[in-house]
């Protein structure tokens, strides 16, 4: 069984558009995150929910909006699309009294045209 | 949480011990040394973490100095699926709900 699982794995979209990922962990966890790599191979944290709060919010536009419906999903919708928001986004989860061993996604690599 | 400093690539050969280094003379007490890798287009993995005294696990030893300002991730026999970015990070144990700080990290090479 994938313990971080994410969809899709390729989204390819035109500027301007709305899209979302999917994000679902099946290990119990109670904290879900989200990171973006960049072209760099940068990998840097957008946001963290714990029980479905959000925690941390690192400066990233409005246009991105976390929805967590539950302890086991962790959704990013993106409003707007634009071309620098090409990047793949990583899911990932942990428990918060562990927070230190994360386990991701495979990732969902997003094209922007 | 405490910046680290490591070699950008590194390669080794396939069969023989990996010994990938971190600088993190800033570390604090209370800061764990934690090792990541990412396999080609996959998500970041786990390897390893540790305080003060030397770690092993099924994966990975981590050697700690005595002052704490660096260390050394070991894969006592790479293969080639060893190769990957291998990151170091320096970070509080525990509590809250902190992403993890990636910096650029070790491409290590395993060569056949």
């Known amino acids: 069984d994938t313990a971080v699982s994410q969809t899709p794995k390729y989204l390819v979209t035109q500027m301007g558009n709305d899209k979302s990922i999917k994000c679902e962990q099946n290990?119990?966890?109670?904290?879900m995150y989200w990171y973006k790599q960049d072209s760099k191979k940068f990998l840097k944290i957008m946001f963290s929910y714990n029980n479905k709060e959000l925690i941390i919010n690192e400066t990233v536009p409005n246009r991105f909006s976390p929805k967590s419906p539950d302890k086991a999903h962790l959704n990013l919708h993106i409003n707007s699309l634009e071309l620098g928001d090409s990047a793949v986004y990583f899911c990932?989860?942990?428990?918060?009294?562990?927070?230190?061993?994360?386990?991701f996604g495979p990732g969902t690599r997003l094209t922007v045209l | 949480d405490a910046k680290t400093t490591q070699p950008t690539s590194m390669d080794c050969a396939e069969g023989r011990a990996a010994n990938l280094p971190c600088n993190h003379s800033?570390?604090?007490?209370?800061?764990?040394v934690y090792w990541y890798r990412q396999i080609h287009s996959q998500g970041p993995q786990y390897i390893i973490h540790g305080l003060k005294n030397n770690e092993t696990n099924e994966m990975a030893s981590l050697i700690i100095t005595e002052d704490r300002k660096s260390s050394t991730l070991i894969l006592p026999h790479a293969t080639l699926r060893d190769t990957a970015v291998y990151y170091c990070i320096v970070r509080v144990s525990g509590g809250g709900a902190d992403g993890l700080t990636f910096g650029k990290g070790t491409h290590l090479i395993i060569q056949p």
């Open positions: 990932a989860s942990s428990r918060i009294k562990s927070t230190d061993t994360q386990y």
């Open positions: 800033t570390i604090s007490g209370n800061e764990y």
């Open positions: 290990l119990g966890h109670d904290t």
